[in-house]
T-cell receptor
């Protein structure tokens, strides 16, 4: 079975400091992993994806994530937070092969302090 | 590309009324997903289609909910009769069959049932 755990429901950082949003997954096969961002009253936007190629994945807006199979983790990072990064972030693992379903984490709300 | 288009963006209706939500997927995509997002339950997959055929409707809450996809460029989610507990944001997403699985989300329809 597949599952995904976002370890922090809320994260606060100061503008200009690094961001770390943590995600652990469980999967009985080699999954695809994604991070999505949702700004208030908006839809979900794909930040980046891992699909068994390079383990360090670069996404939009300066975000990146590293797939660590030994730790079953896919943490999202950014070197320097900006006010516009304040949003909710979802870690997603692909469902069983062939189903095209997503398994969503519960989300992490990122607050950026001026 | 215009992305996934949903209408209406906001819907306010009275309990017992029929509600129809609409979605136009990205042209060429062959998977379409309907989700519901609430504070209490997060993001839930309601149903998804492949090539206009419903594949998995196990997330549809009850018989009051129905979804159709009459052609590759249009889908509807209908609630009849609506109840206050149906109040949520409903998202449509589309995807293209292949190895990478990523889904592209629409802006959502915020439904309020009074």
């Amino acid at each position: 079975a597949q599952s995904v755990t976002q370890l922090d429901s809320h994260v606060s950082v100061s503008e200009g400091t690094p961001v770390l949003l943590r995600c652990n997954y469980s999967s009985s096969y080699s999954p695809s992993l994604f991070w999505y961002v949702q700004h208030p009253n908006k839809g979900l936007q794909l930040l980046l994806k891992y699909t068994s190629a390079a383990t360090l994945v670069k996404g939009i807006n300066g975000f990146e994530a590293e797939f660590k199979k030994s730790e079953t983790s896919f943490h999202l990072t950014k070197p320097s937070a900006h006010m516009r990064d304040a949003a909710e972030y979802f870690c997603v693992v692909s469902g069983p092969p062939g189903t095209y379903k997503y398994i969503f984490g519960t989300g992490t709300r990122l607050k950026v302090l001026a | 590309d215009a992305g996934v288009i949903q209408s209406p963006r906001h819907e306010v209706t009275e309990m017992g009324q029929e509600v129809t939500l609409r979605c136009k997927p990205i042209s060429g995509h062959d998977y379409l997903f309907w989700y519901r997002q609430t504070m209490m339950r997060g993001l839930e997959l309601l149903i998804y289609f492949n090539n206009n055929v419903p594949i998995d409707d196990s997330g549809m809450p009850e018989d009051r909910f129905s979804a159709k996809m009459p052609n590759a460029s249009f889908s509807t989610l209908k609630i009849q009769p609506s109840e206050p507990r149906d109040s949520a944001v409903y998202f449509c997403a589309s995807s293209l069959a292949g190895a990478t699985y990523e889904q592209y989300f629409g802006p959502g329809t915020r439904l309020t049932v009074t």
